[in-house]
């Protein structure tokens, strides 16, 4: 991460305090999303920052590839020079990003709400991540413990306990 992506993320990680940063400068695994965050809530996830002139992003292969193979807790997070607005993006929809550009609805719209969304993260879970973002005035979020979202989310995955 080069110029005015780590730019970005200096910025990303002034405003987000409460989350445990670390760069990725990986050649072992292309494709690699630049930071790893680790949350108040136990919660880890990547984020790719993006910046462009244009509302064209550009990703190699290998990033999309990664995205697509790891769909949940991984984010991307672009600004635009001209306008510098700060979009966030699930790491789910890299291919729809790669088509349609910034012109595609984004998670979160604005640094602040960006970072508030990422500081939430294992917090809540309903059935999108749009639907439980704190920077959306959604009231239907629901707030669950710790312990509440991983039976949840296990009970309906391969992890499952089997009933005896």
Known sequence: MRGPEAKL???F???TPKILWHRIENLAIPGMPDVLGYTEKFWYFTVEFKVTKSNKLKFSPL???YHVAHPHNSFILAEALG?????LYEGSVIQELDACG?????LCLG???????????????????HDRCPCTSNSDSTILNRDLYFELACSSSKYARKPK
């Open 111 to 129: 640094l602040d709400a960006c970072a508030l969304h990422l500081s939430k993260l294992g917090a809540w879970t309903t059935r999108s991540c």
């Open 13 to 15: 990680k002034k405003a």
């Open 102 to 106: 910034l012109k595609l609805e984004p």
């Open 63 to 65: 990033q999309i590839s």
């Open 83 to 87: 306008s510098r607005t700060v979009k």
């Open 9 to 11: 993320y200096q910025k």
